[in-house]
DNA sequence: AGAACCTAGTTGAAAGATAAACTATTCCGC
DNA sequence: GCGGAATAGTTTATCTTTCAACTAGGTTCT
């Protein structure tokens, strides 16, 4: 095995910033969503995908890929969201394996009363203490990766 | 209540290509350290602090901070931790309150293995897919939030 | 000294995440 | 249209994380 390419002092500080940083506004936002609102940021996550989708439902598996989790997770955490009347699942007419998940009424209004929160945590902690080209430059970096890793599999 | 601020196009788009990446850049890394190495991100992170710490050792509450865990999961963490031989932990002389984790050998020897395969990962999927402008932004960026998180304690 | 308070760390129960196994349906090649 | 492989989603068991409660040692103030 060759020598491996280490990280020179430079990118070591600016992949550790992003690790420490990136660890503490999940916390942030997490603690922040579930005190105020009861929900998880994935609950979250999965709430918003659903309510930008047309007739505010998606197929389970792509809701697992919009929200960037295993189906597995997401069958567990749906039956959760179901439980508090949040989302409803029901199958699909045309695929008789598939299921739909979509928002309740109930659930929308959850997610428009969280939404102004967490705009707000987002700006505060994210948005406002950086520089917009740096914002921007955060935007391309992570696009990339995830091109990276989408081809990955 | 008065109207939230919501973010315009380009910073919800930044913001997600963050949110999504950062996910997903973790799922890698874990899965990535988990089948090679058996370890966790958060342990690995564990032995990476111990390691750079005089005398390879830490204070349990130091420790915490440095890896930005709670105080409970690393307490967890270590328990596991030193049940595969890789910490120990003793009382500290000087605040009988007090505990000391410190690095085994063959927790130094595993990290060794680890960080290698390791550095390869974060290069592949993130220092070697960002330009090094971007790199120093979002190190500038991440710093920031660190800072801003760290004053709202 | 001692009462009230603070800090260090652990613990146990409950909630959440992961991984592998499983059911049911659809697709594909012949 | 039949057998095998692939896909959709759920489930079960296990591991990890979180949260609140708890032990115990220090600090401070009078």
């Given at each position: 095995m060759s020598e491996p390419r280490w990280l020179d002092a430079t990118q070591q500080q600016h992949w550790r910033a992003y690790?420490?940083?990136?660890?503490?506004?999940?916390?942030m936002m997490d603690r922040d969503l579930k005190?105020?609102?009861?929900?998880s940021?994935?609950?979250y996550e999965i709430l918003v995908r659903l309510s930008e989708a047309p007739d505010r439902r998606l197929r389970m598996a792509e809701l697992a890929e919009h929200a960037s989790q295993s189906r597995s997770r997401l069958s567990h955490t749906c039956s959760r969201l179901e439980a508090k009347?949040?989302?409803?699942?029901?199958?699909?007419?045309?695929?008789?394996?598939?299921?739909?998940?979509?928002?309740?009424?109930?659930?929308?209004?959850?997610?428009?009363?969280?939404?102004?929160?967490?705009?707000?945590?987002?700006?505060?902690y994210f948005i406002d203490v950086i520089d917009?080209?740096?914002?921007?430059?955060?935007?391309?970096?992570?696009?990339?990766?995830v091109d990276r890793i989408g081809d990955a599999r």
């Open positions: 690790v420490d940083g990136s660890i503490r506004l999940t916390e005190s105020r609102h009861g929900l940021v994935s609950e009347g949040l989302v409803k699942r029901d199958n699909c007419p045309n695929d008789k394996r598939g299921v739909f998940a979509h928002l309740t009424d109930e659930g929308f209004a959850t997610l428009e009363r969280a939404a102004r929160d967490h705009v707000e945590t987002v700006r505060t917009p080209a740096d914002l921007a430059a955060i935007g391309r970096a992570f696009a990339a990766v």
